[in-house]
């Protein structure tokens, strides 16, 4: 079987994208997913997501990590579905699309940046030397003097798969501070198991963290990833973060035909 695919990128965040209103693909075959995203024998990707009928909104997102399990939400990945969502005519500029974490609104400028809304965060665990959160993924978000020469790899997994946060685990994100109002960080992703060049839940979380431990008293923050530069932008009610935008680019990079 000849499987039609595109490929899409959001600041280095990769995805292999599939049209799966008629339901064709085989959701359950973890294996193929993870063919299709492994880098030297399949496409290549940091992750898979079909895009689906919904009865209520525009579309569906479904998402997969590069393991081909299916995972929480992938802020970058919902970024770029939007971007394709409107390649396929099935939207315009705004629409309104539904995510494992929820309901999700976005827009698409002129220019190609997708704004995403994601979802409202609130108990946020503030440590002393860390802060987690939920920003639909779980995030652990850290300071790190030297974070140019850091071994993200190596650092993430011992915190990924540390007594910390147990079986599920949770991404982990390395932080520096370059302004009031910008940072740079580096991720490692779970389900991806290693550095990816951006993360959209992890900037998301990354600049609630910095304004809850008073890193930054900005509510618009600019940050710096590995493969760009995305924004987020919020309103603070009380210990309530809402109004959530994740902004930054989201870019068609090729379609191709794949055997199955």
């Known amino acids: 079987m000849q499987l039609e695919f595109y490929k899409y990128q959001g600041t280095g965040n990769d995805f292999v ?10 959701k359950e075959n973890i294996q193929l997913v993870a063919r299709l995203c492994d880098r030297r024998f399949g496409i290549g990707a940091d992750g898979l997501i079909l895009l689906e009928n919904d009865e209520t909104t525009d579309f569906k997102m479904v998402y997969y990590n590069s393991d081909g399990n299916q995972s929480s939400m992938c802020g970058n990945g919902g970024r770029c579905l939007v971007a394709f969502a409107k390649y396929l005519n099935i939207i315009n500029d705004n629409c309104t699309f539904i995510a494992t974490d929820g309901s999700h609104h976005a827009s698409v400028a002129n220019d190609g940046i997708v704004s995403l809304q994601m979802i409202d965060v609130a108990n946020i665990k503030k440590e002393s030397d860390y802060t987690f959160m939920n920003t639909g993924s779980p995030h652990h978000v850290q300071m790190v003097d030297d974070l140019e020469h850091y071994n993200v790899k190596e650092n993430g997994a011992s915190l990924r798969y540390g007594s910390l946060y147990g079986k599920e ?3 982990i994100n ?4 370059i302004n009031e109002d910008t940072f740079s960080l580096r991720t490692y992703e779970r389900g991806v198991e290693d550095e990816t060049l951006a993360c959209g839940t992890g900037a998301t979380a990354v600049a609630i963290a910095m304004n809850v431990t008073g890193q930054t008293n900005a509510s618009s923050i600019k940050l710096n990833v590995e493969g760009g530069k995305l924004a987020v932008s919020f309103d603070i009610k009380g210990d309530l973060f809402t109004n959530v935008f994740l902004i930054g680019p989201a870019e068609f990079v090729f379609k191709g035909q794949i055997e199955i």
């Open 17 to 26: 994208m599939i049209d799966n209103r008629s339901d064709f693909f085989p």
């Open 169 to 171: 685990g949770s991404n």
């Open 174 to 177: 390395f932080v520096k501070k």
